[in-house]
């Protein structure tokens, strides 16, 4: 189930402080920023696909519970909501997507995670260490229910496949320390106003939604999320199509330039001039144009160290679109 609430925020029915377990793997600096109201640099093209992968990952939730429940499992219940506390006035909260067992079991929590084959293959081969935010958000939901094991479901949504693993109460993929740890940083950092460094390393630490607020410099390309390289997907085609549109209009202005060239000099002296080709006739006519343009090198010589002042820098950065070839699988 989504919740469209933001990540950090204000309860005033309970008087607390709510950090979301399902955004507790973002950079400090991101829930800093939440939690002060800033605003996410995000198109709505990527709201659109967010809410969308949102909706078909509910949809997988319930198939899962469903196979479950044919296959044995009883669900005491589903989508709970919970809450821990970190300190007083600051809880985390999330809501667990079941609690329930075999029979002679004990309860179990569940938790299900739907992905496309890229991060599917990226989930068999590194687990939580490569899924940090699900790191996360599982430690709160087992601190939450410390005994409880978890069954923990990842599911390939291109044909269903399923990865199963259960999770001992008491062996979290973090610690609840690191996890409080980080929200008191949060804290902190809230409390005084200030902004700290991003803490995050790997794919998404360049992909953070509050991007503005960053100085990192990324020097190697890195992995794109899953939701921005469907977006990219769409983008970087029509890029290039438009870059070579406009190569080819540079191309021709350059030879409409020659071309012209060539037909001043037919004209001679004359300033009008009329010609028929194919049936139609063309008045081909001389037009004066000039302008002005500042002589830098003269300008400099003679104010000397005083032309400084009036040079006015500026910096743009534009996508260099580059093709490496055909993928592997």
């Not at 199963?164 to 409390?191: D, F, H, N, T």
Request: with cysteine.
């Amino acid at each position: 189930m989504s919740d469209d609430r933001a990540t950090v925020y204000f309860d005033p029915e309970t008087n607390e402080w709510v950090y979301r377990a399902s955004g507790l793997g973002n950079c400090v600096r991101a829930l800093v920023a939440i939690a002060g109201g800033y605003g996410e640099a995000i198109s709505r093209d990527h709201k659109d696909l967010l809410g969308r992968t949102a909706e078909e990952g509910n949809l997988h939730e319930g198939a899962v519970i469903d196979k479950l429940a044919k296959e044995g499992w009883v669900w005491e219940s589903t989508q709970d909501i919970t809450s821990v506390q970190v300190i007083p006035g600051v809880v985390i909260r999330g809501h667990i997507d079941g609690r329930g067992a075999l029979p002679g079991d004990p309860l179990h929590i569940l938790e299900v995670k739907s992905m496309s084959n890229k991060r599917f293959d990226r989930w068999m081969k590194q687990g939580f260490e490569g899924f940090l935010k699900f790191a996360y958000q599982i430690t709160a939901y087992m601190q939450a229910f410390p005994d409880h094991d978890v069954i923990y479901v990842v599911k390939r949504r291109e044909d269903g496949f399923e990865h199963r693993q259960i999770i001992p109460a008491g062996e979290a993929p973090l610690s609840w320390s690191a996890v409080k740890r980080k929200v008191l940083a949060v804290e902190g950092y809230r409390r005084k106003g200030a902004f700290p460094a991003c803490d995050i390393t790997g794919t998404d630490a360049y992909f953070c939604p509050f991007f503005y607020l960053h100085d990192e410099v990324v020097d190697e390309p890195t992995e794109m999320t899953e939701e921005m390289s469907i977006l990219l997907g769409e983008l970087v085609p029509r890029r290039l199509e438009l870059k070579g549109m406009e190569d080819e209009g540079k191309q021709a202005e350059e030879d409409r330039k020659a071309l012209d060239k060539e037909i001043l000099n037919l004209m001679g002296s004359a300033d009008k001039v009329m010609v028929e080709i194919d049936g139609e006739n063309y008045q081909i006519t001389k037009v004066n144009s000039g302008g002005s343009s500042l002589d830098n090198a003269a300008l400099k010589s003679d104010l000397g160290d005083g032309y400084d002042k009036y040079v006015k820098s500026y910096r743009y950065q534009y996508p260099k679109i580059t093709a490496k070839g055909k993928t592997t699988k």
